[in-house]
């Protein structure tokens, strides 16, 4: 607890007050700039925020690839095909991937590396 008891609120005050009120003529150019730089840039995003544009309504543009009259026999039969696709690509994909698998086991006993 020593850092603490050595932290004074009167004495960092002194501190700031004889630091600012020191003989450098450049602390106050530097103020007034970063202040103007400051309410400038607010008071761009200010102005910027009073600029409300019209609300309108997103035009949605249909795109129907479905018959809307379909039975459920072709319903079905469209599902149908489509799993069958979905696993077919499935397969392809699990197939390659063991492909590139041994491709990468391959290189590791190529380079002397144990893979296990």
């Known amino acids: 607890m020593g850092f603490f008891r050595d932290i004074s609120p009167v004495r960092a005050a002194s501190d700031l007050k004889a630091y600012w009120f020191d003989q450098q003529e ?4 530097f103020l007034a700039l970063s202040a103007a730089c400051t309410i400038a840039i607010f008071g761009a995003f200010i102005s910027e ?8 309504r997103p035009e ?22 489509n799993q069958l696709l979905k696993e077919k ?4 994909r699990l197939k390659r991937e063991e492909e590139r698998k041994a491709q990468y086991r391959r ?3 190529q380079l002397g590396m144990d893979t296990e």
């Open 26 to 29: 450049h602390k106050w150019r």
């Open 49 to 56: 925020s009073g600029f409300e544009v019209q609300w309108k």
């Open 60 to 81: 949605i543009t249909w795109v129907t690839s479905l018959e809307p009259g379909r039975s459920d026999e072709q319903i079905r039969q469209e599902i149908e095909a």
């Open 89 to 92: 690509r499935e397969a392809e």
């Open 107 to 109: 290189l590791a006993e």
